[in-house]
């Protein structure tokens, strides 16, 4: 079972930015799309962001499209999220998750690792 671990979340002012890492246990990192979800409080896990195995392919939320870029880097096992313009509404839990194999998709329940997540916080 591989381990994912974000980091890099905290509290920031309305326009700045954060850039989130995950880094993921084992040596099939690059086998695998990624991606992104978050939870505001009171409220369901959605989709942010995901990435193909090689990098190349992305998809990406309406909501954060032209502000946040994913990326990787298969030598570290790690994935990022750099969140840019950052708004009050972005303030979430931040979970980044492994796919059950290459397939990019937007729903939780085709993803079958997740990290424990990272508090972003976006102050008005």
């Known amino acids: 079972q591989v381990q994912l671990v974000e980091s890099g979340g905290g509290l920031v002012q309305a326009g700045g930015s954060l850039r989130l890492s995950c880094a993921a246990s084992g040596r099939t990192f690059s086998s695998y799309a990624m991606g992104w979800f978050r939870q505001a409080p009171g409220k369901e896990r959605d989709f942010v962001t995901n990435?193909?195995?090689?990098?190349?392919?992305?998809t990406y939320a309406d909501s954060v499209k032209g502000r946040f870029t994913i990326s990787r880097d298969n030598a570290k096992n790690t994935v990022y999220l750099e969140m840019n313009s950052l708004k009050p509404e972005d303030t979430a839990v931040y979970y980044c998750?492994?796919?059950?194999?290459?397939?990019?998709?937007?729903?939780?329940?085709?993803?079958?690792?997740w990290g424990q997540g990272t508090q972003v916080t976006v102050s008005s």
């Open positions: 998750a492994r796919s059950q194999g290459i397939r990019r998709s937007r729903y939780q329940y085709d993803y079958d690792s």
């Open positions: 990435i193909s195995p090689t990098g190349g392919a992305t």
